[in-house]
């Protein structure tokens, strides 16, 4: 079935670091890709989106390409901030009878001022 | 505008008693998602409804588990006879019909989510 890996964490970085969150997926269709954020206390929200081969998602300074031929879809952010720091659900979305999600384990990252 | 609502935020119960949660999604989104977030682990998805009808159920754990959805807003999702590893957080998500507005896949809205603590 389709599935979703993405690196253990947690992650720590100091503010202003180099950002990369690793996701591959496994899926017999072509799926939609998304990248979920769950800040502490909050629901999860949408970070950012591709639907297709090669397409970049972005949002808040956090990126993502829609990688085909190595079935990836790593998270990058230039430089985080303290207020980044949270959980990063890697997912993605294929129709199978209804667009189900199926979501990886989850990254917390913790970002030190 | 209100966003996905869930209740009750939390609840514990005593092994063996059945449980009821609450999903009321974002007026106008037909679909509507169950998902089950345990410590330590990712989303695992449980269930879709489209309207009133289920066309995917292959996540629910076990027949202890089911859901019903009535007049295409409020669902409920029922444990019966919970047991200690169905502790967990239960979320609910809704969005758009795929389809609607063009595009394929409509972005799911989560709610905040009922944790469940069976003793």
């Known amino acids: 079935g389709d599935s979703v890996t993405q690196m253990e964490g947690p992650v720590t970085l100091s503010e202003e670091a180099f950002l990369t969150i690793n996701c591959t997926y496994t899926?017999?269709?072509?799926?939609?890709l998304f990248w979920y954020v769950q800040y502490p206390g909050e629901g999860l929200q949408l970070l950012l989106k591709?639907?297709?081969a090669d397409d970049k998602g972005s949002n808040k300074g956090f990126e993502a390409t829609y990688r085909k031929e190595t079935t990836s879809f790593h998270l990058e952010k230039g430089s985080v901030q303290v207020s980044d720091s949270a959980v990063y659900f890697c997912a993605l979305s294929a129709w199978g009878g209804g667009f189900k999600t199926i979501f990886g384990a989850g990254t917390r990252l913790f970002v030190k001022a | 505008g209100a966003g996905v609502s869930q209740s009750p935020s939390n609840k514990v119960t005593e092994k063996g008693k059945d449980v009821e949660l609450r999903c009321d999604p974002i007026s106008g989104h037909t679909a509507l998602y169950w998902y089950r977030q345990s410590l330590g682990q990712g989303l695992e998805f449980l269930i879709y409804f489209q309207g009133n009808s289920a066309p995917d159920k292959s996540g629910l754990p076990s027949d202890r588990f089911s859901a019903e959805r009535t007049g295409g807003s409020v669902s409920t999702l029922t444990i019966q006879r919970t047991q200690q590893e169905d502790s967990a957080v239960y979320l609910c998500a809704s969005s758009l019909a795929p389809g609607a507005g063009g595009s394929s896949y409509n972005e799911q809205f989560f709610g905040p989510g009922t944790r469940l603590t069976v003793l």
């Open positions: 899926a017999t269709g072509y799926p939609s």
């Open positions: 591709a639907t297709k």
